[in-house]
């Protein structure tokens, strides 16, 4: 059974500072692995979404990374900025028919002016 | 201007009141999802929807019932078996394996 997990739970940094989110899964056999962020009492935005076949994606001061063998992936952010705050969830889709999203629990970013 | 629209964006209802939540999208995309947020826990997929007429089933779908009649139109229905039915809700969509968008989710308590 695919679980997501997302590393750290929590996360504030000054702005300014380029970082990372971190995102594992346990089974390599994903379709897709998309990117979301979500402010408080929102919907979610889609950032990136990575193919299966593709080892990055990027969008502006985004950049994102796949590693299926490893079962991982990463969310790059250059120089934060305070709105970049929100909460960041990442999601795969198994390979298969029904394609269904997967999720982790998000980390929440803060960045302080 | 493209999108999923969710109405309406707060609800309050009496407990054992049935309740329909809208969705529509003008995406044009045959998949259709409802999504339950609560505090501390990810998201969790209620139903969901790859065609007209036809529907699934997610992790949490006891006690909710959805329609599919038309592409664009996939409302949600909280009936009074729900037990613990106060939540963030969200309506998503997307074609076949592609990005998943979504709407700006209905706030539903239930008293």
């Known amino acids: 059974k695919q679980e997501v997990t997302q590393i750290p739970a929590a996360l504030s940094v000054p702005e300014g500072e380029n970082l990372v989110l971190n995102c594992s899964f346990t089974?390599?056999?994903?379709?897709?692995l998309q990117w979301f962020r979500q402010d408080p009492g929102k919907g979610l935005t889609s950032l990136l979404l990575?193919?299966?076949s593709q080892r990055e994606q990027t969008s502006g001061r985004l950049n994102a990374s796949l590693d299926k063998s490893s079962g991982r992936s990463t969310l790059y952010i250059a120089a934060s900025q305070p709105g970049d705050s929100a909460t960041y969830l990442c999601a795969v889709s198994n390979a298969g028919n029904n394609r269904k999203l997967i999720w982790g629990l998000g980390t929440s970013l803060a960045v302080n002016p | 201007d493209g999108g999923i629209t969710q109405s309406p964006k707060y609800l309050f209802r009496k407990e054992g009141q049935n309740v329909t939540l809208s969705c529509e999208q003008n995406l044009n995309h045959d998949a259709m999802y409802w999504y339950r947020q609560d505090p501390g826990q990810g998201l969790r997929l209620i139903y969901y929807s790859q065609i007209v007429n036809d529907f699934q089933k997610g992790d949490i779908a006891e006690g909710y019932s959805v329609s599919r009649e038309k592409k664009e139109s996939f409302p949600l229905t909280v009936t009074s078996a729900q037990k613990n039915p106060t939540a963030f809700y969200l309506c998503a969509s997307n074609s076949l394996g592609g990005e998943q968008y979504f709407g700006p989710g209905t706030r539903l308590t239930v008293t």
């Open positions: 089974d390599s056999a994903i379709y897709n």
């Open positions: 990575i193919q299966s």
